[in-house]
C-alpha cells in the first residue's frame, strides 16, 4: 500500500477501533457496577444463610448451655474459608462459644449488636438472633473477610475485561480491515484523481463509479464537474480566441494604459494606424506619443476620466506617425482601473486625419455659402423694392396720360360726334374703352402692389356685416338676376377689416361673373372649425367652373383660366386673395369642375378667445 | 426475631397468657396447702428447670396428645418437688406452639391424668418400674435423674458431668411414646444405648 495512502485508512482504521473499545468499555464498566452490586449482595445473602443455618442448629446448645456441641458446630464454619470470625453469645449477651477455637476476646464484639449483616469495610459483618420456636436463646456473630472474594472478584473480572476487549479489538480489526475498504478505496480514487488534475490541468479524466451510496454520489458528483470545468473551459478558450480576434481584426487601434499612463496593451492594428509595431511601444509614455500642442488636452481629459471610473471620453488628438507625417487621431477612453479584468484606463482609437480635413473644408465653405446667402438675398431684397417702387411710381405716372387719354377721347366725342362718321366714332370708342381697361389694371395692380406693403391693422371682424357690405356693393353688378344664396352662420374674426373685405369682394363677385349664364344661380357660403383649429370659410357656386387640372395656376398674378372676351378681368383678384390670406396666417385653394361650378375655400386662425356666441347673424336666405 | 410493634394477634395472645394465668394463679393459691410445699431451689435445679422448659421446644408430641389446638401443656412432677419457685417462675407466660405452659405436681402415679412432661423425682426411684408401667401408651416426656433412669425406659436423663448438666436420651423409649425428639436436642445429648446407663 503506498504511504501516501496510509492516512485515511488509518484514520478509519482507528475511529472504528476506538469506538469499538469505547463501546465495549462503557459496557464492561455497565457491567462492572453491575456486578459489584449484586457481588455484594449474593456476598451477604450468602452470610446470611451461613448464619441462618448456623443459629437454626446452635439453638440446643444455647438452651441447654452445651458450649462443646456450640464450639463444634461454629468449627464446622471452616468449610466456608472466607468466615473470619464467629461467636455465639447466650440470651444474657455473654460470649459463649466462639469460632476459631483460638481466637482472642478482643476480636470479638463485647455484646451482641443488632441483627442482620452489613458490609464494613472490606467484611461483612452481622448478627442473627438464635430461637427455638419463638424462645430467644442468644445470638450468632459472624465476620466474613469479604477482602479477598473481591479481589478474586475483581481480579477475574478485569481479566475477563482485558480478554474480552483485546479479543474485540482484534475482531475488530480484522473486520473493519476489510470493511473500511468500501471507503477509503473510492475516497483515495477521487483523491487520486484530483491529485492528477491539479498536476496535469487535465479535465478529461474521470473517477470510475463502483458504488452507489454517498461515496458513489460524491464519484458522480466530482465527475460531473470535472465535465462542467471541461466545457467551462473550452467555451472560455472559444470566447476568448472570439474577443482576441475582435480586438486584433478590428480596424481601431485599442490600447491600455495603466495608473502612470504607460501602455500596458495595444492590439496588433496599432501599427496600421501610426507605423508603430506593439512591442515598440509597450512600456514607453502615452503622451509622449501625442503632438505637443494636444498633450494638456489630453492629459487634462485623462486627469478628469480618473475621477469618473467607467464613463467615456472622447478624445481628438495628433500623433506623429513612423513616417513623420501628423495624424489625426479620435478615439474613446475609459477609466477601467478599478475593473479587475483590465486594470487600466482603454483607448480605442482611429485615424481621422482625412475626416478632420474634409469637415474643415466643409466648414470653410459653409461659411462662405452663409455669407453669399446674405449677400444675394440684400440685394435681391433692394433689387425687389426698387422694382416695387419703380411699378408703383411707374403705375402711377401712367394713369395721367391715360385719364388724358380717355378725357379727351371723350371731349372729342362729344365735341365732334355729328361730324365723324360711324367708323370713327367706332375707332373713338374703342380707344376710350381701351384706355379705361387699362387704368382698372393699373387701379389693380397699384392694390395689389399694395397688399404686399401695407401694415395689417387687426379689429375685431364681423364677417356677417362683411358680407352683407360687399352684397350690397355687387347688387349694380347682379342687377335683374336671379341668384339664390344660402349663407351659414358666420363669425366674428381678428383680421384686417380692408383686407378681408378684398377677399370677399373678389371671392363673391367672380361668383357672381362666372354664373352669369346660369338661369338658376346659387352662391353658398358656408363656415366651419376644421381639423387644425382654423375657421375654415368656402364660397361654392353652380357657375363655369374649371378643369382640376389648372388649380395650381388660379392664384397667379395675371393667370387667367378664362378669356377676357368670356369673362372680363385682369388676373390680380385671387392673387391679392391669396396674398392677404397668407399674411393672415391662413390657407386658400379651389375646387371645380368644368360647366358644375367652383368652391374656393380660405382658412383664418381663431383668435384664443372667439367671441362667436355675440356672431349670431340671420342665416336665412337673403336677396 | 422480636416484634416491636403490638400487632392483633400478639395482643390476643398477651392476653391469653393473662387469661390462662388467672386460673393458675387460683390453683397455686388452692394446691399449694396441699401439695408438698416448693422448696428453695439450687443453682444446679434452675438450669435443670430450664432444661425441663426447654425440652418442650425440642419435642414433637403427636396431635392426639393434647385435647385442642390451645390445650395446656403440662409439665408434671411427681414426687418431691426439686424446683422450689424456680421452675413456675421459667414457665410463667410462656406458650409452646400455641399451648401454655402449666405446672401440675403429683404424689403418686395415680394422680398424673394428663401430662406432656413428667418429671420424676429422685424420691421415686425405687417406683420407677411401676410408674413407666402406668404410662405405657401414653404421650409423655419422662425426665428423671436417678441411676439408670433412661435405661430402664426413661426417656431423658439429666446427669451432671464436671459441674455441667447434660442429658442421656433413650431414644427407644421416645419412639415407643410417639414423640419425636429434635435432632439439635439429639446433638446436645448423649444418646442411651443398651447395657449404658
Not at chain 2, 464436671?162 to 419412639?175: E, G, S, Y
Request: aromatic residues 8%.
Amino acid at each position: 500500500m503506498p504511504t501516501t495512502h496510509t492516512p485515511i485508512q488509518r484514520k478509519l482504521m482507528v475511529i472504528i477501533l476506538l469506538t469499538a473499545v469505547t463501546a465495549l468499555l462503557a459496557t464492561r464498566t455497565g457491567f462492572f457496577i453491575y456486578e459489584y452490586v449484586t457481588f455484594r449482595d449474593a456476598v451477604r445473602r450468602q452470610v446470611a444463610t451461613v448464619s441462618h443455618v448456623i443459629a437454626a442448629n446452635s439453638s440446643a446448645a444455647l438452651a441447654f448451655k452445651n458450649a462443646e456441641d456450640a464450639n463444634e458446630i461454629l468449627a464446622a464454619l471452616r468449610a466456608e474459608t472466607h468466615i473470619a470470625a464467629a461467636a455465639l453469645y447466650d440470651s444474657s449477651g455473654a460470649l459463649f462459644a466462639r469460632y476459631p477455637a483460638d481466637a482472642p476476646n478482643n476480636i470479638f464484639p463485647s455484646a451482641p449488636g443488632l441483627s442482620g449483616y452489613r458490609f464494613e469495610k472490606l467484611s461483612v459483618v452481622g448478627f442473627e438472633p438464635v430461637t427455638q420456636g419463638d424462645k430467644f436463646h442468644g445470638t450468632l456473630y459472624l465476620r466474613l473477610d469479604a477482602g479477598v472474594i473481591l479481589r478474586e472478584w475483581l481480579r477475574d473480572s478485569i481479566v475477563i475485561t482485558v480478554i474480552v476487549i483485546a479479543g474485540a479489538f482484534i475482531l475488530a480489526y480484522l473486520i473493519s480491515k476489510r470493511l473500511q475498504k468500501q471507503i477509503s478505496v473510492p475516497i483515495l480514487a477521487l483523491a487520486e484523481t484530483a491529485k492528477a488534475i491539479s498536476l496535469r490541468q487535465d479535465y478529461t479524466v474521470r473517477v470510475p463509479t463502483r458504488t452507489g451510496d454517498e461515496l458513489g454520489l460524491l464519484t458522480d458528483a466530482f465527475n460531473q464537474m470535472l465535465e462542467r470545468i471541461h466545457n467551462q473551459s473550452l467555451a472560455l478558450q472559444e470566447r476568448e480566441r472570439r474577443f482576441r480576434a475582435l480586438i486584433e481584426q478590428s480596424a481601431d487601434a485599442i490600447a491600455v494604459i495603466d495608473a502612470e499612463y504607460n501602455f500596458t496593451y495595444l492590439s496588433p492594428s496599432i501599427s496600421s494606424v501610426i507605423g508603430f509595431s506593439a512591442a515598440e511601444l509597450i512600456n514607453s509614455h502615452s503622451i509622449d506619443q501625442v503632438h505637443p500642442d494636444d498633450a494638456p488636452t489630453v492629459r487634462d481629459t485623462l486627469n478628469r476620466l480618473r475621477t469618473e471610473p467607467g464613463k467615456p471620453f472622447r478624445l481628438v488628438w495628433r500623433s506623429q506617425h513612423k513616417d513623420g507625417q501628423w495624424l489625426w487621431l479620435e478615439g474613446m477612453v475609459t477609466n477601467l482601473l478599478s475593473d479587475p479584468a483590465v486594470k487600466g484606463i482603454v483607448a480605442n482609437f482611429r485615424d481621422v486625419t482625412e475626416r478632420i480635413r474634409a469637415e474643415a473644408e466643409v466648414r470653410k465653405l459653409n461659411t462662405t455659402l452663409e455669407q453669399r446667402v446674405v449677400e444675394r438675398t440684400a440685394e435681391l431684397e433692394s433689387v425687389n423694392k426698387e422694382l416695387e417702387s419703380f411699378s408703383y411710381s411707374v403705375s402711377h405716372d401712367l394713369r395721367a396720360p391715360l385719364r388724358h387719354i380717355t378725357g379727351f377721347a371723350d371731349m372729342l366725342m362729344n365735341r365732334s360726334k355729328a361730324k365723324l362718321d360711324e367708323t370713327s366714332q367706332r375707332y373713338l370708342d374703342i380707344i376710350s374703352n381701351s384706355a379705361k381697361q387699362m387704368g382698372v389694371l393699373i387701379d389693380d395692380l397699384l392694390v395689389f402692389s399694395r397688399m404686399g406693403r401695407a401694415e395689417l391693422r387687426h379689429t375685431q371682424v364681423d364677417t356677417a356685416a362683411l358680407v352683407d357690405e360687399v352684397r350690397q356693393d355687387l347688387a349694380t353688378d347682379i342687377g335683374s338676376r336671379r341668384i339664390t344664396w344660402h349663407i351659414d352662420e358666420l363669425p366674428i374674426v381678428h383680421a384686417d377689416r380692408a383686407m378681408l373685405k378684398q377677399v370677399w369682394v373678389n371671392l363673391l363677385s367672380n361668383a357672381v361673373k362666372y354664373t352669369r349664364n346660369r338661369d338658376e344661380a346659387a352662391i353658398t357660403i358656408r363656415c366651419r372649425e376644421n381639423e387644425q383649429g382654423m375657421w375654415e370659410f368656402s364660397v361654392a357656386d353652380n357657375g363655369a367652373g374649371f378643369d382640376m387640372q389648372y388649380a395650381g395656376k388660379l392664384f397667379g398674378v395675371f393667370q387667367r383660366l378664362h378669356t377676357a372676351e368670356e369673362f372680363e378681368g385682369t388676373g390680380v383678384g385671387l392673387a391679392n386673395v391669396q396674398r392677404i390670406i397668407i399674411r393672415h396666417g391662413g390657407r386658400v385653394w379651389a375646387e371645380g369642375k368644368v360647366d358644375i361650378g367652383a368652391t374656393f375655400y380660405f382658412t383664418l386662425p381663431i383668435p384664443e378667445k372667439s367671441p362667436h356666441d355675440n356672431t349670431k347673424t340671420d342665416s336665412a336666405d337673403r336677396r | 426475631m422480636k416484634t416491636c410493634k403490638f400487632s392483633k394477634s400478639a395482643a390476643m395472645v398477651s392476653w391469653s397468657r393473662l387469661l390462662a394465668g388467672i386460673p393458675l394463679l387460683f390453683l397455686s393459691l388452692w394446691v399449694a396447702p396441699l401439695q408438698a410445699q416448693p422448696t428453695v431451689a439450687t443453682k444446679e435445679y434452675e438450669v435443670k428447670a430450664a432444661f425441663l422448659f426447654n425440652f418442650a421446644r425440642f419435642v414433637e408430641w403427636p396431635t392426639n396428645a393434647f385435647n385442642s389446638p390451645q390445650a395446656p401443656l403440662v409439665i408434671g412432677i411427681l414426687g418431691t418437688d426439686p424446683f422450689g419457685a424456680a421452675l413456675n417462675e421459667i414457665v410463667r407466660g410462656e406458650i409452646v406452639n400455641g399451648h401454655p405452659l402449666i405446672i401440675q405436681r403429683y404424689r403418686n402415679i395415680e394422680e398424673v391424668q394428663t401430662c406432656h412432661i413428667l418429671f420424676i423425682s429422685s424420691s421415686e426411684a425405687r417406683r420407677l418400674e411401676q410408674i413407666f408401667r402406668s404410662l405405657r401408651g401414653k404421650n409423655v416426656l419422662t425426665v428423671g435423674e436417678s441411676d439408670g433412669f433412661a435405661h430402664s425406659g426413661g426417656i431423658i436423663r439429666f446427669i451432671a458431668d464436671q459441674n455441667r448438666i447434660r442429658f442421656r436420651v433413650n431414644l427407644d423409649a421416645a419412639r415407643a411414646a410417639e414423640l419425636t425428639i429434635s435432632s439439635k436436642l439429639l446433638r446436645a445429648a448423649e444418646i442411651v444405648k443398651p447395657g449404658q446407663d
